[in-house]
């Protein structure tokens, strides 16, 4: 079944960590995506992990993927106010060589000054 | 701004119309997918295009809609008979073949009164 998890809201002040957190559910997806989404706008890639890594670091952002649990988790170091927007996890499935993705319901990251 | 572009960014229709959406891709981008984002959700695949081979349909693409990619660049989506469940933002996403990586457009919101 295609279900992706996510917890629906994080409060966080500013300069300190957010920890987004992501449960899949289809063992065979190759690749997983992080996504930003701000009011009224299209997504914007952050970072992506491929199945066979336990982690990835990018900058501020740092991806840990735990394939037995399907539990993935995005880092957000130094949180900024900018960073408030809504993150969605997405898991791609590879149908006869194209990806398609499958996203959670996102989380809205609220940064507090 | 990933470059990808779609119009209109807004649309509002009264039910029973028809409406169009175009989606322009990153230029060398062969792989074009179309995804419905409701309110409060995640988005959801709709349809694939491989240049301008249709390669996949979703289950949720109705006998109302329909999409082409006349030339493999840019595509249109239109909905025919509009209902107000088919108010969404459509966004369009483009990749290279290939690749990994989906870059979205910034929608087109669709409102239907």
């Known amino acids: 079944g295609e279900d992706v998890e996510q917890s629906l809201f994080l409060s966080v002040r500013e300069g300190d960590s957010s920890v987004i957190n992501c449960t899949y559910t289809d063992s065979s997806s190759t690749y997983l995506y992080w996504y930003k989404q701000e009011p009224g706008a299209g997504l914007q890639l952050l970072t992506y992990?491929?199945?066979?890594?336990d982690m990835k670091q990018d900058q501020r952002l740092t991806v840990l993927l735990n394939k037995k649990d399907k539990h993935l988790s995005l880092r957000i170091a130094d949180t900024q106010t900018g960073d408030s927007a809504i993150y969605f996890c997405?898991?791609?499935?590879?149908?006869?060589?194209?990806?398609?993705?499958?996203f959670g319901t996102g989380t809205r990251l609220l940064v507090s000054p | 701004d990933t470059g990808v572009s779609q119009d209109p960014r807004h649309k509002i229709t009264k039910r029973g119309q028809n409406v169009t959406f175009r989606c322009d891709p990153i230029?060398?981008?062969?792989?074009l997918y179309w995804y419905r984002q409701t309110l409060g959700q995640g988005p959801e695949f709709l349809t694939y295009?491989?240049?301008?081979?249709?390669?996949?349909k979703s289950r949720l693409l109705s006998d109302r809609f329909s999409a082409e990619r006349p030339k493999g660049s840019f595509s249109t989506l239109e909905i025919q008979r509009t209902e107000q469940g088919d108010s969404a933002m459509y966004l369009c996403?483009?990749?290279?073949?290939?690749?990994?990586?989906?870059?979205f457009g910034p929608g087109t919101r669709l409102t239907v009164t």
């Open positions: 230029s060398e981008h062969n792989r």
């Open positions: 996403a483009t990749q290279r073949n290939p690749g990994y990586e989906q870059y």
């Open positions: 997405a898991e791609s499935q590879e149908n006869t060589g194209f990806q398609k993705l499958v």
């Open positions: 992990i491929f199945s066979n890594m």
């Open positions: 295009f491989q240049n301008e081979a249709q390669l996949e």
